[in-house]
């Protein structure tokens, strides 16, 4: 890949993420195909398995953000025909629904600690 011009780079590096994606490829059966295909070496093998999950790594992220998006404009016009409609229910499930998706807890939960025998010692305990 390293000869190669850019073309050919781009075009070798997306077989083989086509192969990691169709044959659901982990490390080992990757670099074994590479470097049988290509004959390298298995150093150079990985540094082309690193850049392919780069890329693979990247196209899944940029997926769950639009996701993420899609469904906190969904969430928004919920919220805003809730408003309209004067419904708080709906208004407050989609608040609630917008917080956990921002990483925000609105439930509250009940938290029960009991203790049976419980000894503190502050400092030294000798009377003088």
């Given at each position: 890949?390293?000869?190669?011009?850019?073309?050919?780079?781009?075009?070798?590096?997306?077989?083989?993420?086509?192969?990691?994606?169709?044959?659901?490829?982990?490390?080992?059966?990757?670099?074994?195909?590479?470097?049988?295909?290509?004959?390298?070496?298995?150093?150079?093998?990985?540094?082309?398995?690193?850049?392919?999950?780069?890329?693979?790594?990247?196209?899944?992220?940029?997926?769950?953000?639009?996701?993420?998006?899609?469904?906190?404009?969904?969430?928004?016009?919920?919220?805003?025909?809730?408003?309209?409609?004067?419904?708080?229910?709906?208004?407050?499930?989609?608040?609630?629904?917008?917080?956990?998706?921002?990483?925000?807890?609105?439930?509250?939960?009940?938290?029960?600690?009991?203790v049976k025998d419980l000894n503190l010692q502050w400092?030294?305990?000798?009377?003088?």
């Amino acid at each position: 890949m390293a000869k190669a011009n850019k073309i050919e780079n781009v075009q070798n590096l997306q077989e083989c993420i086509d192969y990691i994606m169709d044959n659901r490829s982990g490390w080992s059966q990757f670099t074994s195909w590479y470097m049988e295909k290509h004959s390298a070496n298995r150093k150079y093998a990985n540094v082309v398995w690193t850049k392919a999950w780069e890329i693979i790594s990247e196209d899944f992220s940029d997926s769950i953000k639009q996701s993420v998006n899609q469904t906190m404009l969904e969430l928004e016009r919920l919220k805003e025909n809730a408003i309209q409609n004067e419904d708080r229910r709906v208004w407050l499930e989609t608040v609630k629904y917008q917080n956990k998706i921002r990483g925000g807890e609105v439930e509250r939960s009940q938290v029960d600690v009991t203790v049976k025998d419980l000894n503190l010692q502050w400092g030294s305990t000798s009377e003088n």
